[in-house]
C-alpha cells in the first residue's frame, strides 16, 4: 500500500557556550562507543455544525481533498503535548464514531470535506514512532485511508497552518491523534519535579542495552553523536530539542551508580540548564511514553542510550 517503515530525524545543529573548562581529555572525534551487547557496566475552536463538528456549508465546499501524509512528525503542542502531524505540519485527528478494531471510518460525506481523510499512500512512521502502528481502511466508497493503531486519521479544514490544533474537542468527538493512535493528552508532572525529570540519575539494566542511565521517573537517557564533550556542547536546539527534552540539572548526591567525573551542569543559550554525565550532554526522548522504553536508541543513526561511565551503548 505504499506505507514506508522507516525513521528519519534531522536536528538543528548550534553551538552551545562553554560552561566550564573542567572538561579536558576527551578524545576530539568523539569517545569509544560501548561494544555492542555489553551488559556488565494553540486553542480550542468552537463546533462547527452539528454535535460531530461538520455540516453543509462554507468549510464543506473550501475543504480540500484528501492526501497522503507523506513523512510523518511528531510535533509538540502546550496544552496536548506530543501529537502527530503530517509531513507538512498539520494536526492529525481522529473521530470517536469511528473504531479501531475493527478499523472503520463513520466520516462519509459532508463530514469527510470538513474533515479531510488522510490516504494511505506514501506514508512514512515518525521518527521514534513504531512504524507497525500504521495500516490503512478500505473506505466505503473504495479508497484507502491511512490509520494509526486502527484509528483512521483525518486533517481538519480550519486548521490553516502547521500547528494548529482547532480541531481539538470539535463537538466532543474530534481529538488530535497522539504517536500512539491514542487521543493526545499531555502527561502530568512528575511529582515533586519539572514532568522531566524528579532530580535523579541511576542505572536501570535492559535485556537489550545492558546498563544504561535513566532518569528520576526511569525514562532512558540518552546522547547525540554531534554533540562534543571538550568543548562542551550542544549541537540540538530547536525542534531537535522540542523531541529531546534536555536533562534539567541534577544533585550529584542522586546519581547513583554512574561514575562520578566532570559531572557538570551546561548552560545553554536558549536559557536552559542541562545535565552532562563525563561532560556529554544527556537527553531523554518524547517518543518514550513510560519507564523502561528504548524507542529512542539508534534514531537517526545519531541518538544512543548512556552507559553509566557517560559512553554511547550502540547496540541496535
Not at 501524509?69 to 469511528?98: H, M, N, P
Not at 521514534?128 to 479544514?157: C, F, H, I, N
Not at 536533562?247 to 542522586?254: E, G, I, M, R, Y
Request: glycine content about 14%; aromatic content about 6%.
Amino acid at each position: 500500500m505504499g506505507i514506508k517503515r522507516g525513521t528519519t530525524l534531522a536536528a538543528v545543529a548550534v553551538v552551545v557556550a562553554l560552561t566550564a573548562t573542567a572538561c579536558g581529555g576527551s578524545d576530539p572525534a568523539g569517545d569509544n562507543a560501548k561494544p555492542a551487547g555489553a551488559v556488565a557496566a494553540p486553542s480550542q475552536a468552537p463546533s462547527s455544525g452539528d454535535g460531530d463538528g461538520y455540516g453543509s456549508g462554507s468549510d464543506a465546499d473550501t475543504a480540500g481533498a484528501a492526501k497522503p501524509g507523506g513523512q510523518l512528525a511528531i510535533a509538540q503542542d502546550e496544552k496536548l503535548g506530543s501529537v502527530l502531524a503530517d509531513s507538512a505540519g498539520f494536526t492529525l485527528y481522529r473521530f470517536d464514531k469511528d473504531t479501531a478494531k475493527p478499523s472503520k471510518s463513520s466520516c462519509d460525506g459532508d463530514c469527510a470535506k470538513v474533515w479531510p481523510v488522510v490516504a494511505a499512500g506514501d506514508a512514512t512512521a515518525a521518527a521514534g514512532m513504531d512504524p507497525a502502528l500504521l495500516g490503512e481502511v478500505v473506505r466505503t466508497d473504495g479508497s484507502k485511508q491511512l490509520t494509526v493503531a486502527g484509528w483512521p486519521v483525518y486533517r481538519y479544514s480550519k486548521d490553516t497552518k502547521a500547528g494548529d490544533t482547532n480541531g481539538q474537542g470539535v463537538g466532543g468527538t474530534w481529538f488530535a491523534a497522539a504517536p500512539d493512535g491514542k487521543k493526545a493528552a499531555k502527561a502530568a508532572p512528575a511529582p515533586g519535579g519539572s514532568g522531566q525529570a524528579t532530580g535523579a540519575l541511576t542505572v536501570a539494566k535492559d535485556p537489550k542495552l545492558g546498563d544504561h542511565i535513566v532518569d528520576g521517573n526511569g525514562m532512558t537517557v540518552y546522547r547525540f553523536k554531534p554533540d562534543t564533550a571538550w568543548p562542551m556542547v550542544s549541537k540540538c536546539e530547536g525542534d531537535c530539542v522540542a523531541k529531546w527534552p534536555v536533562v534539567p540539572p541534577v544533585d550529584q548526591a542522586n546519581a547513583k551508580g554512574i561514575i562520578e567525573k566532570n559531572y557538570l551542569v551546561l548552560d545553554r543559550p536558549d536559557g536552559k540548564k542541562q545535565q552532562t554525565v563525563n561532560c556529554w550532554p544527556v537527553y531523554t526522548f518524547t517518543g518514550d511514553k513510560k519507564a523502561g522504553d528504548i524507542n529512542g536508541q539508534g534514531v537517526g543513526g545519531t541518538w544512543y542510550a548512556v552507559a553509566p561511565d557517560g559512553k554511547l551503548i550502540t547496540v541496535q
